[in-house]
């Protein structure tokens, strides 16, 4: 798969989720318009805590515009210190781990894994768990691509859309998952009215349309289908 792929997609079908996914993921990620996500994953993908006051700098901000937007992020994840360790990327451990650069990190759903190294510039390992069977996901991906996928025929799960709205994490990330296959899907497919099984390669180009759109003002990857 390359780069090209998430300028030419020719699905209506896929088109239309990511439509609703960038309309619905736009407003939960950025309430503020401040563009805090972006500067968020590239300080996490460092793997250590960030301060409030490393993303005012980052961003020429005050510290009380910085604390109040985080506010309005309700999945932010924060360590005792008031540090956040989980934006998308985690320092947390989740179901899927992320590997940059040898730094063993973690995302808050399967999407992530394959948005983040477009965004992030960056090639990542991803291991993932199918959570029908507890086969292991292997995925290589890089900016431009996914270069390795083991098991072939693994799937990724999406919510109905509708759903995919305010939280960006209860609502949409912790329903997003890699099934070993979309058989080991079919149980779980079966009790979400709505939901929706996407090839990796469809998975892939989504992803880079809502890498140049949610995160349009400060990354260039992916555009509309």
């Known amino acids: 798969m390359s780069r090209k792929g998430a300028d030419q997609m020719q699905s209506p079908n896929l088109s239309e989720i990511a439509m609703t996914l ?6 939960s990620l950025c309430p503020d318009k401040l563009g ?45 210190d008031g540090n956040i360790v989980g934006a998308g990327i985690t320092l947390n451990p989740t ?15 399967a999407m992530d894994t394959l948005i983040f190294p477009m965004i992030l510039n960056q090639t990542a390992r991803v291991m993932s768990t199918c959570p029908a069977t507890g086969i292991t996901i292997r995925l290589t991906v890089t900016p431009g691509g996914v270069e390795y996928l083991e098991p072939a025929d693994a799937v990724v799960s999406l919510p109905r859309l509708s759903e995919a709205c305010c939280d960006v994490r209860a609502d949409f990330c912790n329903q997003v998952h890699f099934f070993s296959s979309s058989d080991a899907a079919s149980a779980w497919l079966s009790e979400r009215h709505g939901a ?30």
């Open 22 to 27: 960038k309309e619905g993921l736009r407003e």
């Open 36 to 80: 805090l996500f972006h500067p968020l994953l590239r300080l996490l993908v460092e793997g250590n805590p960030v301060s409030v006051g490393q993303i005012a700098a980052t961003l020429h901000l005050s510290l009380s515009d910085v604390t109040s937007a985080l506010g309005k992020l309700r999945s932010i994840e924060f360590d005792r």
């Open 95 to 109: 179901r899927h781990r992320f590997e940059v650069d040898g730094r063993k990190l973690f995302t808050w759903c």
């Open 196 to 225: 929706t099984l996407l090839s990796i390669e469809e998975a892939w180009r989504i992803g880079g349309v809502l890498a140049g759109s949610v995160f349009s003002s400060q990354s260039e990857v992916g555009r509309d289908p």
